[in-house]
Structure formats: structure tokens, C-alpha cells
């Protein structure tokens, strides 16, 4: 009897480290194949955007004013963006935000006594969110207001000089 139950138990041991063995290899080409699937699928939203592209660039030339040749590319702009939102990818607003090292990458620093501490005066490239996570973030100036003492002597400086 327990030669019989230890053949039945070894017999399963090997259909299981089978099973295991199949599934190792099985796994990787399913997540090949859902990636590929889900990289097609998001070529495949974006194919509208580049016939667009392609028409305007192909009647650019007689387009009678800039004007009409701009109002194509936006409409093409808008088109991309949103596509991209339903792909859950937004643009992070930072013109006249307070400064969020999180979202923003400092590229300089300016001094605008008429604006506050810490906010966006210039966006040098748009970044973008990708479900509420940071794929790239915006490069912006920030306002960076100069202590009292330093503008007053700065003034007076200034008062001097004229």
C-alpha cells in the first residue's frame, strides 16, 4: 500500500513539475503577445493622426494663406492629444503654477518682483502624465524673489548708477 501511495504521489509530483515547467515557458510568450497586441492597438489610434499629417503636408502648397496651413497642424495637435488622453496620457499644466519638483524641472531661475515665489514664469517643454504618473516632467523657469535686504541694496545700487 504505501508503495502504491508513494508511486500515485510521485507520478503527481511529475505532472506538477511538468504543468510548472510548460507554464515557465508559456507565461513569457503570453506577456510577448499582449504587448505586441497592445503596441498595435495604440499604432493603430494613431494612424488618423499621420494620414492627417500627410494630406496637410501634401496640399500644403496650395494653401492660399499660412493662416489656413496653422489652423491644419492645430486641428492635427488636437487630434494627437486626444488620442493620447484616451490612452490615459495628460499634459501637466505648469505656466503660472507654483513650482512642483515633482511634475517640474527647474531649468532657470528668474527674478519677476511682480509675481509670487516659486511660480512657473516659462515652460520650455511640456511634460506629461501617464496615468496620474510623471513620464517626463515640464522644463520651466521659476520666479525666484530676490530677500529684502538684497533688493533694497540692489535699488539703491541702481539709484546710484542713474
Avoid: C, W
Amino acid at each position: 500500500d504505501l508503495q502504491n501511495e508513494k508511486d500515485e504521489l510521485f507520478a503527481k509530483l511529475q505532472r506538477v513539475s511538468a504543468d510548472y515547467t510548460n507554464y515557465q515557458k508559456r507565461v513569457p510568450k503570453q506577456i510577448a503577445d499582449t504587448i505586441a497586441y497592445e503596441k498595435e492597438k495604440i499604432i493603430k489610434t494613431l494612424l488618423p493622426a499621420l494620414d492627417n499629417f500627410e494630406h496637410t503636408l501634401q496640399n500644403a502648397h496650395s494653401v492660399e494663406t499660412i493662416e489656413l496651413l496653422i489652423k491644419g497642424i492645430r486641428i492635427i495637435y488636437d487630434q494627437m492629444l486626444d488620442i493620447l488622453k484616451s490612452h490615459g496620457v495628460e499634459q501637466i499644466k505648469a505656466l503660472d503654477e507654483k513650482f512642483d519638483p515633482a511634475s517640474h524641472q527647474a531649468m532657470l531661475q528668474k527674478t519677476e518682483p511682480d509675481k509670487a515665489e516659486n511660480i512657473v514664469l516659462e515652460e520650455f517643454q511640456k511634460g506629461y502624465k501617464l496615468n496620474g504618473r510623471v513620464i517626463r516632467p515640464s522644463k520651466v523657469i521659476v520666479n525666484k524673489l530676490q530677500p529684502e535686504q538684497e533688493q533694497t541694496t540692489d535699488e539703491s545700487k541702481e539709484n546710484q548708477t542713474q
